[in-house]
């Protein structure tokens, strides 16, 4: 491997650690991000670091503090409902589309993914709370199964990084509603099958706003 690729191997290794560690929420929000630390945990240049720390700030899960460096982005209650506005906007746009153009291969990633996702869900509400994080990871595959096939690449990375900040906000908070949100997606699934696009957006929007309505309740935001 030539120095240029190893270079931009290890650059990209660290982006994608430090990212999943903000949006996991193993990076608190507000933590100071200091150079020094996040060179001997990932790996990487402080020049790499200050790219990689850039690219995040763009992304909106790092601050930008001018001279002082940077922090993980704060939470907030309005800064959620934001995020799960904005989510819901592009996975309302997006589902009908999907719905419309997905064949047998679509349906078979979607009952797969959902197979997944449920088989964890069933686990948390027996009390195994460390599968949290993978949890999340099968229910982010979900939705993003259920809008694959709208046929807009742009749309779906534009979702893919809401949904992300979505994600950290309920790492962050420890959100889990059990079965009520185990039900709508099961009825998720069931609206992919009969291709429902009017339900589905309907359950989603219920799903959406039930789970931060549940969030701010808890006050974990504050």
Request: aromatic share 8%.
């Amino acid at each position: 491997m030539s120095i240029e690729l190893l270079a931009t191997s290890i650059a990209d290794r660290a982006y994608d650690r430090i990212r999943a560690d903000i949006v996991f929420g193993r990076l608190v929000p507000g933590l100071r991000l200091r150079l020094d630390r996040l060179a001997e945990d990932y790996g990487a240049s402080v020049s790499t670091l200050r790219e990689i720390l850039s690219r995040l700030s763009s992304e909106g899960l790092v601050v930008a503090e001018g001279q002082r460096g940077f922090r993980v982005a704060p939470v907030s209650p309005a800064g959620f409902e934001d995020v799960a506005a904005m989510r819901l906007l592009l996975e309302t746009y997006a589902l009908p589309l999907s719905f419309a153009a997905g064949d047998l291969e679509w349906e078979s990633r979607v009952v797969a993914a959902h197979h997944k996702l449920a088989f964890m869900e069933r686990r948390m509400m027996a009390g195994d709370q460390e599968g949290m994080e993978l949890w999340k990871r099968y229910d982010r595959e979900f939705h993003q199964a259920l809008i694959e096939a709208c046929g807009s690449q742009t749309l779906l990375d534009l979702y893919g990084g809401v949904f992300d900040q979505y994600l950290r906000y309920q790492m962050v908070a420890v959100v889990f509603r059990g079965q009520i949100a185990a039900e709508e997606h099961r009825a998720l699934l069931d609206c992919a099958l009969t291709r429902n696009a009017d339900r589905a957006c309907a359950v989603l929007t219920q799903h959406v706003n039930g789970c931060v309505a549940y969030t701010l309740e808890s006050g974990a935001l504050k």
